[in-house]
């Protein structure tokens, strides 16, 4: 062993204050335009005077946990052992609250480092269910912020996740498992399964993480529990003809959501023009003219 190897773990390591302005800038610009890749916030991090090279853009997007909002390989990395459940919700109609829950994390950034945000989202209503702050990334905090959704307001029929490991984890899945809950779990690479959560993550950061500027941990969480309460009692919500998740959720009335089934049409027309074809003709691309 080396001697710098025998002695780094007595040593405080200092946080590189440099790295810590490129997180906080890439969190800001990615909460804004959450379909920006490595790419283009590396074109964004030139244009502030930031000559770095996309590897390292890369690099920090991985340690937040950020991807542009856009099909593509290996951008939610389940652990490998752990069950990987169907989305269930493509071309669902969600018309009553606890209908579908659903959660995420996504991180606060403080003048000093990251801590992680996870929340339970009722998508009828939009209503925050319950909310947990965590310094780790780990399974417990997750399990948690559900089990106190459950205790609160009973039992969702189905509940949405990404892949992470924390959900993908026995001890989450267990835990819906034990309430007969079916699992549905977003397909990979396509965070806008989980749209109302992202819409979530946007509105806490820009109407209050941003605004407030918090120096610790204890005024973060002061911060939110004041914000959540507003959240769901008092801002109005476009989506709701201007009513509070509260309300909706209190009244049953004048929420829904719903996932377009673009993939279903795509795979329907695919199919008519097979049928249509003659042996041995070529037809052109089935999704000509619809969303990719």
């Given at each position: 062993m080396a001697r710098s190897a025998?002695?780094?773990?007595?040593?405080?390591?200092?946080?590189?204050?440099?790295?810590?302005?490129?997180l906080g800038l890439i969190d800001v610009e990615y909460t804004r335009h959450p379909f920006y890749g490595?790419?283009?916030?590396?074109?964004?991090?030139?244009?502030?005077?930031?000559?770095?090279?996309?590897k390292r853009v890369q690099r920090l997007m991985l340690l937040l946990g950020l991807a542009g909002m856009v099909p593509g390989p290996n951008t939610?990395?389940?652990?490998?052992?752990?069950?990987?459940?169907?989305?269930?919700?493509?071309?669902?109609?969600?018309?009553?609250?606890?209908?579908?829950?659903?959660?995420?994390?996504?991180?606060?950034?403080?003048?000093?480092?990251?801590?992680?945000?996870?929340?339970?989202i009722d998508w009828y209503s939009r209503k925050v269910l319950s909310w947990r702050l965590s310094n780790t990334l780990d399974t417990g905090f997750c399990v948690d912020c559900l089990e106190q959704a459950l205790q609160a307001y009973g039992v969702p029929e189905i509940f949405n996740t990404d892949q992470g490991c924390q959900f993908t984890s026995?001890?989450?899945?267990?835990a819906l498992k034990a309430k007969g809950i079916k699992i549905?779990?977003?397909?990979?690479?396509?965070?806008?399964?989980?749209?109302?959560?992202?819409?979530?993550?946007?509105?806490v950061?820009?109407?209050?993480?941003?605004?407030?500027g918090y120096a610790t941990l204890p005024e973060l969480l002061l911060g939110l529990t004041e914000y959540f309460v507003?959240?769901?009692?008092?801002?109005?919500?476009?989506?709701l003809d201007y009513s509070t998740p509260e309300i909706v959720y209190q009244a049953a009335s004048g929420g829904g959501a719903s996932i377009v089934d673009?993939?279903?049409?795509?795979?329907?027309?695919?199919q008519e023009q097979k049928k249509e074809a003659k042996p041995g003709q070529r037809h052109s691309a089935a999704c000509e003219g619809l969303p990719s």
């Open positions: 025998a002695y780094a773990p007595l040593v405080a390591a200092k946080p590189d204050e440099d790295e810590l302005v490129l490595s790419r283009k916030i590396k074109i964004y991090l030139w244009a502030l005077g930031y000559k770095i090279n996309r939610s990395r389940p652990h490998p052992q752990n069950k990987i459940y169907p989305y269930l919700l493509r071309g669902v109609k969600v018309v009553r609250p606890n209908q579908v829950w659903s959660t995420d994390i996504t991180y606060c950034r403080l003048p000093r480092g990251f801590v992680y945000l996870a929340a339970v026995a001890v989450f899945t267990d549905s779990m977003d397909g990979r690479g396509r965070a806008l399964d989980n749209i109302f959560v992202e819409r979530l993550w946007r509105s950061k820009h109407e209050d993480v941003y605004l407030k507003f959240y769901n009692t008092e801002r109005p919500h476009q989506s673009k993939y279903g049409a795509r795979e329907k027309l695919d």
